[in-house]
T-cell receptor
Framework: GQQLNQSPQSMFIQEGEDVSMNCTSS?????WLWYKQEPGEGPVLLIA?????ELTSNGRLTAQFGITRKDSFLNISASIPSDVGIYFC?????????FGTGTRLTIIP | DAGVTQSPTHLIKTRGQQVTLRCSPI?????VSWYQQVLGQGPQFIFQ???????GRGNFPDRFSARQFPNYSSELNVNALLLGDSALYLC?????????????FGPGTRLTVT
């Protein structure tokens, strides 16, 4: 079945630093979604990408849909404490979303 | 506008028991999906319902069943609970089906099986 691998698995950064993470797939997706999940909560949709090569921003977040359609990237600029959480990529298909393995972001005071 | 709501928020059950989880989608959304999230992993797809019909099913045993009501709310039932069913159960709603993108999740129901 489809697998989405995210890297890095976890990140420890200082407030104000920029963050980059990526997601790779064993198969092609026509849409990429990025979610953030905080402890005890459901995932929150951050950005949706619909076209290969597309670059989309949402505030300090920027995501890109890879040209091969097998990968996507998420960048967070000037991180702040509320950015802490687990970031998941997800790809739709066959009536479901397939989620990546997640990247846990921790901000060091 | 209210988001996706789920009830109860927490639940403790014993092995062998049955459980029913409830979900109300965002107003105007006709598609509801259920996911299971085990600690440390991403959500795993269980079911999708659209217009009261099952449109997709994940790799879960027949102990898991669901239904959607005329008001588009949904219930997930799990019979003969196992310890391994302990997880966060997430409900998501979306405007369209066929293309299951832009799903919006509720806060989840935390199920603990002892």
């Amino acid at each position: 079945g489809q697998q989405l691998n995210q890297s890095p698995q976890s990140m420890f950064i200082q407030e104000g630093e920029d963050v980059s993470m990526n997601c790779t797939s064993s198969s092609i997706f026509n849409t990429w979604l990025w979610y953030k999940q905080e402890p005890g909560e459901g995932p929150v949709l951050l950005i949706a990408l619909y076209k290969a090569g597309e670059l989309t921003s949402n505030g300090r977040l920027t995501a890109q849909f890879g040209i091969t359609r097998k990968d996507s990237f998420l960048n967070i600029s000037a991180s702040i404490p509320s950015d802490v959480g687990i970031y998941f990529c997800a790809g739709p298909g066959n009536e479901k979303l397939t989620f990546g393995t997640g990247t846990r972001l921790t901000i060091i005071p | 506008d209210a988001g996706v709501t789920q009830s109860p928020t927490h639940l403790i059950k014993t092995r062998g028991q049955q459980v029913t989880l409830r979900c109300s989608p965002i107003s105007g959304h006709k598609s509801v999906s259920w996911y299971q999230q085990v600690l440390g992993q991403g959500p795993q797809f269980i079911f999708q319902y659209y217009e009261k019909e099952e449109r997709g099913r994940g790799n879960f045993p027949d102990r898991f069943s669901a239904r959607q009501f005329p008001n588009y709310s949904s219930e997930l039932n799990v019979n003969a609970l196992l310890l391994g069913d302990s997880a966060l159960y997430l409900c998501a709603s979306s405007l369209v089906t066929g293309l299951s993108y832009e799903q919006y999740f509720g806060p989840g129901t935390r199920l603990t099986v002892t």
